[in-house]
Each structure stands twice: as structure tokens, then as C-alpha cells.
DNA sequence: CAGCTTTACTTGCTTGGGAAAGTTAAACGG
DNA sequence: CCGTTTAACTTTCCCAAGCAAGTAAAGCTG
């Protein structure tokens, strides 16, 4: 939706504004993951459930722990978690202490999996996001998407 | 993917920024459709389809050249058409000058659609977006988006 | 302690999108 | 002017995601 959407009330500099943030909301995820595709055979999301596993304790997390980690639904979740169950880099185990918990964990080959993939997105970031942007407009980003976020959030009833 | 991703090489400042950034890159989409889905029945991508054929000369365009307009593939594009077509909002003629080109044209039903569905659309980005920024938070984005979409652009292959 | 409720997932169904093969129409080369 | 390319779609196949229904373990209630 790079320079179409909603014409009809804004002014030219919003609507340039709204164009310009419509083309980053589309083009940056879709960098992010056709690199990690391109790279890992990964989706940047099952990238962000590995991820959050080796940055725990023991590599291992709840289901619904990881679930709002990563953003998203148990049942989303749930298959991509399946998915990486089957090619051996996450494994599955009820909680001793409580049945109805799922404790996720990275495997060995995991832990490697998400070493081997991380620098090319890190370094892709830096490159589209950070090297881009001068330090003060860094911290203006930071600032702006903290806004947004907030008005999206007070909006209400839809972040998962 | 919130607040996880990638820590490993980002001083804390860039990692919080990027965190932020994943945020907002995330559920402002969301926000969006969700709005459009409950309020018109339509996916945002939809009515991108339907506002870029209202704003040109006779409704029309060329499947390539709204394809390019909604940043979309073609394949894609063909099947929001064909879907927009069932409900006698578009509809298709094969281009009498070049009978290799496809026009896409709005019907009456689909202009009234537009116009019923872009109120609510311009007043939810106003609200997320415009509301909650200075004015000079606002050509900061403007800018800051601009960067960002140039270096995806630079670093090459995968516009659609 | 038997039955209802709640919690934490998981699974079946349907839908939308990407990749690649198929189709039809112009263009070009000999 | 016939055969091959190329362009512009369209369609088929497969996978991922949302929704809603299903399941299993805890907890609570009378």
C-alpha cells in the first residue's frame, strides 16, 4: 500500500507522511524475512520463538510464556513450535509441576541454529535501521514508535 | 515479535529502539486490518485495491499498474481482484488496445463501498498516528521513513 | 469427592499468499 | 506469414495463520 490509502482528509504533509510509514510497514518485515528465509530457512518469527529460548534460563519457557514474547496466538505458537519440534531444534515436555504447562526448549542443534543465524540479522537491521539514521534520529524513532505503540495499545482490545 | 530479537550485537539504546520498532511494525498492520475487517468487511490490502482504483481517470487501472500501486505481485493482486469481483465491487475487461493488458474498474457498488470504508480508515490512522505526534515528531517520521525505505531499496533485490 | 469451571494448550477447517506452471495475446526474426 | 519469444495475467498447489471446537490437567464447590 506504498502511496495510495486514505487521501481523502489529510493535508499533503500527512498524507506523505502516511505514504512513507505505509511503505516501511511493509517493505522492513518483508526485508527482514525473505534474509532470514534466504539465509537460515527461517521465518523471522520462528527466528524470534528460537531466540527467545537461548536468552532464557536453561533455554526453556512456558508456551504461553513464549506466546507473548513473541506476539503472537497459543495456536500460532503452538504449530511453528511443531514445526521446529520436527526438525530437532525445539522439543516439547509437559510441566512436571503443573500438567497443563508446556515447557519449550532450544535442543543443542537449536542453539546452534539461532548462533549461526543471528549475525545476518543483526547486521541487516544495523544496515536498513541504524546505520541509516543519525544518533538523534535514532532516538527519535525510539520515541515515535513508543507514542504509537501506546495509542495502539489504549485504542484497545487487540494486541494478542 | 516484541521485545525479543536480536540482542546479541546492540548497545542498549539501539536494542530498545529496535524493540520499539518491532512493535509498531507489528501491530500497527494489525491495528489497520483489524479495523477495516470489523467496520467494512474488508482486508486493508482490499481497500487499498479499491481507494487507488476510486482516485484514478474512469476508476481503472491496469492489473500491472495497481499491482505497483498496492506494492502487491500480480498473483496476489489477481486474487484480491477476483474476490473483489464476486461482490460486484470491480470488475475485469481485457484492454481493447492490447488484449494482454487486463482493466480493472470500480462499479458504482464499489465506489459507495469506498467511500462507506475510508472515513473510518482516515480516523483510526489520525488517532494512532497523527494525534500522538507533534507536528515536528511528524516530519521526523516523515524523514526517518524515507531513510529507511531507501536503504531497503539500495540494498536490492526484493520490491515487488 | 463427584461434578462443574478454568487454564493451557492442540487440532480441524477455511482462507489468503507465494512460487511456479499454464494461458493468451502481441512482437519479432527469418 | 509462420514459428519462437516475450509480456501480462491467471491458476494450481502447498503452506501458514486465524477461529472455533476439542482435550487434558487443576482447582473449586457443595
Redesign the interface.
Known amino acids: 500500500?506504498?502511496?495510495?490509502?486514505?487521501?481523502?482528509?489529510?493535508d499533503d504533509?500527512?498524507l506523505?507522511?502516511?505514504a512513507?510509514?505505509a511503505?516501511?510497514?511493509?517493505?522492513?518485515?518483508?526485508?527482514l524475512d525473505?534474509q532470514m528465509q534466504r539465509d537460515s530457512d527461517l521465518t523471522?518469527?520462528e527466528y524470534?520463538i528460537m531466540?527467545?529460548l537461548s536468552?532464557a534460563a536453561d533455554c526453556t519457557l512456558r508456551m504461553s510464556t513464549l506466546a507473548t514474547?513473541?506476539?503472537s496466538s497459543l495456536s500460532r505458537l503452538s504449530r511453528a513450535v511443531a514445526r521446529l519440534e520436527t526438525k530437532n531444534w525445539v522439543c516439547r515436555v509437559p510441566d512436571p509441576s503443573d500438567g497443563r504447562y508446556t515447557l519449550a526448549s532450544l535442543t543443542d542443534g537449536g542453539r546452534e541454529k539461532v548462533e549461526q543465524a543471528?549475525?545476518g540479522?543483526?547486521d541487516?537491521?544495523?544496515?536498513?535501521?541504524?546505520?541509516?539514521?543519525t544518533p538523534t534520529?535514532?532516538?527519535?524513532?525510539?520515541?515515535?514508535?513508543?507514542?504509537?505503540?501506546?495509542?495502539?495499545r489504549a485504542?484497545g482490545g487487540?494486541?494478542p
Open positions: 500500500m506504498t502511496d495510495l490509502s486514505p487521501a481523502p482528509a489529510f504533509e500527512k506523505e507522511t502516511w512513507a510509514l511503505t516501511l510497514l511493509e517493505w522492513l518485515p518483508a526485508a525473505s523471522h518469527f524470534g531466540f527467545a536468552d514474547y513473541s506476539n543471528t549475525p540479522h543483526v541487516l537491521v544495523s544496515r536498513l535501521v541504524f546505520d541509516t539514521l534520529q535514532t532516538r527519535q524513532l525510539h520515541n515515535i514508535s513508543l507514542r504509537i505503540t501506546s495509542a495502539i485504542e487487540w494486541q
